[in-house]
């Protein structure tokens, strides 16, 4: 195992809170360098202001983590790939389908890393579900995904514009948890999307999955929803033809079955992440799993759009 | 080159209209049966109930053509490769993003053809096109699709059921030339999604791309339109930017460079469908072109929602 020279592409609260943290304790990284606009520094290693200008300085670099907004993730990654750095992607990895597709396709072209994080993926009780459901048969799934908007994204504008996937935001990572546990694919057959009547995203949704991994006639869906004040619900509940009940609890770190906590640890969703990321590099592997990404945009295509109250903030 | 027996699985308009007078004159192929809920036969071949029917009577059969409605295509399909069969896909080859993906791996898995046909990328003026379009840059990209939907889907009320399409039903089909002609990929960047105010699927819609095959700040756009009564309107016309003005003019079945027509041939989109799939058959290979349901499905994720008048037939 080497060590592997590391920039970060946009220094916002994510890589702040989480991936600074963790480059610096995992030792099989060394971060090298900061790609800022607006300047912010850290001690020990230098700032560039575009991405150029770090490629220019230092092309001997291994790779680089993007955490800008999504909107410019496809430019960014891409810029990085002709560069030939490896990439991780934070969530959602591209604003579109055919973005990411394009992303995979170019990063096998010049036989570069890309690795798109799903950080829910790396929650203690996730790996335990999936050991569960291999095999078996499901019975009925019900997500349940509810969060208050005005805690966790107050006064973000661009969660409501055209592209900026609403009620998906939170929901893609219930989704990349379902598509990493489940022992077959999973379709959307039908949504609903609740639209604010001022806004142009889903403030909530409801969709129904077919899959081979169910019983014939199993109840599969998710339920999606921003308006949640008080406790807040991130649960995923699967009953096996077996009578066993497994249920994910916030967010996939608790695992409970037949009501029993098998599973309670802390988050370390991020450890997860680059410790993963670290092995990619030594393999010279990618990782992209498309298909959180691709039943949001299915649930937008199948889904019945209505309209409710308006949203203020 | 051998011969290749194959049945129709969905005997509707489009196997009658154009698989099966296109598989009698091409020497490539053997009609073997007939697949039809509904009994519809042809004389000297057998018609069964369902596909397992097939399956069971003809286990030596080289391929099928799914002309079923979109809705059950992945079923029908992942039954047809669950039996050795190679596939022929209508379009659009299934009903959602994950779908199509699915099937992909399910075809390679099994090491059956898949292929995914988009009929529009068989017009004699798209291949000339796509030669001209080579190494160039474009100035500015127009699609105009403007069609009656009245016309040509008269009393179809799935085209206004969630997942129907609505008005990407046939705009698919130009997206389906721009991935063929296209240098670089096209993304997009933006969307208008017009819905009428008592049904589910947009009757008219405006795309912005962004493409590296396009200058800085070039126009690309594609304006389908379903309310288009008189003249009919199918037409994509690039500007290059060495002055070159390419127009595909009726779908593609005609080219005119700088004004001039270059290409008018009548259309044989079927017959070239089927001479590329007696290529892909005789060399094992899949051809599945997902970009054109991409970009469907992206519109659908970035548009803005717009509502307007009711629409009654």
Redesign the interface.
Known sequence: MSQHSIAIIGVGKIAVDQHLPVIAKNPAFRLAALVSQRGIEQAGVPTFRTPAELYAAMPDLDAVAICTPPSVR?QVALEALNAGMNVLLEKPPA?????L??LVRQAAARRCVLFATWHSQYNAGVEEAKKRLAGGKIASLAITWKEDVRRWHPGQEWIWQ??G?GVFDPGINALSILTEIAPE????T??SLT?PANR?TPIAARLTFASDAGLPGAALTAEFDWRQTGDQTWTIEIALEDGTRLTLIDGGSKLAVNGDLTVAEPMAEYEGIYARFAGLLDRGESAVD??PF?????A??????ETTDAFEW
């Open positions: 496809h604003p579109t389908v055919s973005e597709a394009d055209p592209g996937f694919p999973f379709f959307v039908a949504a639209y142009d498309a298909a691709h039943l949001v945009a299915d937008m295509v199948v889904g019945k759009r």
